[in-house]
């Protein structure tokens, strides 16, 4: 292992706590050697946003490092990682029902060792509940510890004892960690972790601590390495990328993606997510400028009525977001917007739901994620007063999947007989292939699946619903 690669940065964990845990992971890999014949099998699953991908990705270097290898089944692995997601009770509900189902897994395999972290595990009431009620899990640490997995992994084998690390810090930057990353094409670039915001609904800035963003050399060293390893895509991360160096004003987001649309190669910038109150026309004018930055903009609204979105905390307005929805497409006519919606925040009426409506029918959305609201304990929202019924928001639901349905159909219709530039991601198998548009639209087309991870110029013939078909030409 080479710990001369390992630079010391910014704000980042200091050098000498990475390079312990580089040394645990040697003495991790001797233990393993001794213990398994063949190299041990990890199981590792990550919910939630881009952002836990990448963390994802980075667990599984530390893994790799250690010598396992990767497995799609939990019932053949000698590790099961869930890295696990907070946002809505759904997704946390989900873990719970997936690390119960590990219980008769370990029944049958008794070595098999179990791993939970992620935001779910930074907070304390969902540690404690595993603690009581899941004894037969290994490890669970917090996403302010991840750097710390080899030494908690040292630990487990070591001394045969249960390991909970949650740290109560307000967040730190890890450079210098082993990344294997999922695709050979597309490759998740964290430049920011953590929020500021508070959206009253949102528990992201309880789980992932205070803003603070990677040094604009550390994120420029790994997009010229991945950009060397021949990826095509590069997303850039965060929750609002729009206030990237805000805290230390080393470089802003708009320099910082000028500065990687500078570089030589063929490929594609994307970047999630924009916050509306920090996205501004500069950014929105350097996003014209470049190149090789997709016309593609994430701009999640949340609603389209001032009273909602004052509750929510979100520091814009309609008109507001408006304005800037107008302006980007004045000056990208060929973007394409998405957004997320959060239908029946705690108080929302009838009417204050039907600004929603009206504004995702002005802005037409080539796509839009949907969530019914869910109470996240310890954010505002959770406290607020909730009367409108399950059952009624449901049907508000249904309403906005129709007009997005009705939308994201005339989008598609529109597309018909022009040539889009895509990115083949996936071999769909019996010679079918699909891609995404710049605007992130998936289209299926016929091709040899040596196509996969090329940038591909494909004409569509078929629309039917949102559903795109084309052909290579
Ligand atoms: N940082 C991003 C969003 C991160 S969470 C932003 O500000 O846009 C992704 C989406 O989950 C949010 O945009 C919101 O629509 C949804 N979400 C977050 N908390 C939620 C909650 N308590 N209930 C329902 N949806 C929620
Ligand atoms: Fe959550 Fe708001 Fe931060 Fe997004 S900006 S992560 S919605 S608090
Ligand atoms: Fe979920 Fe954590 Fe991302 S709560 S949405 S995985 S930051």
Sequence with gaps: MD????KESVGAVPFDEIKKQREYTLLVRTVVDSRFKNSPK???HTYGCQGNVADGERIKGMLREMGFVFTDSPKDADLVLYNTCAVREHAEDRVFGNVGALKPIKEINRDLKIV????????KKVADKIRMSYSFVDIVFGTHVMHRFPEFMYRMYCTGK????IGDSAGVIAEGLPVSRDSSFKAWVPIMYGCNNFCSYCIV???RGRE???SSKDVLDEVKEVIKSGYKEITLLGQNVNSYGKADGEMDFASLLREINDLDGDFMIRFMTSHPKDCTRELIDTMAECKKVAKHLHLPVQSGNDRILQEMNRHYTREKYLDLVRY???KMPSLSITSDIIVGFPGETDSEFDDTLSLVDEVKYTSLFMFIFSPRDGTAAAKMDDPVSHAEKVKRFKKLEELQAKNS???ASSMKDKVYRILCDTDCGKGLLSGKTEGNMTVTFEGDPDNVGKFLNILITESNSWNLKGKII
Excluded at 3 to 6: E, H, K, M, N
Excluded at 116 to 123: D, N
Excluded at 162 to 165: I, L, P, Q, R, S
């Design 205 to 207: 800035p309880y789980v």
């Design 116 to 123: 939970l972290c992620g935001c779910m595990m930074q907070q």
């Design 212 to 214: 603070r963003s990677r």
């Design 162 to 165: 249960k390991v909970f690390e």
């Design 42 to 44: 990890a199981y590792v």
């Design 3 to 6: 710990f001369s690669v390992i």
């Design 409 to 411: 159909i005339e989008i």
């Design 328 to 330: 980007a497409r004045e």
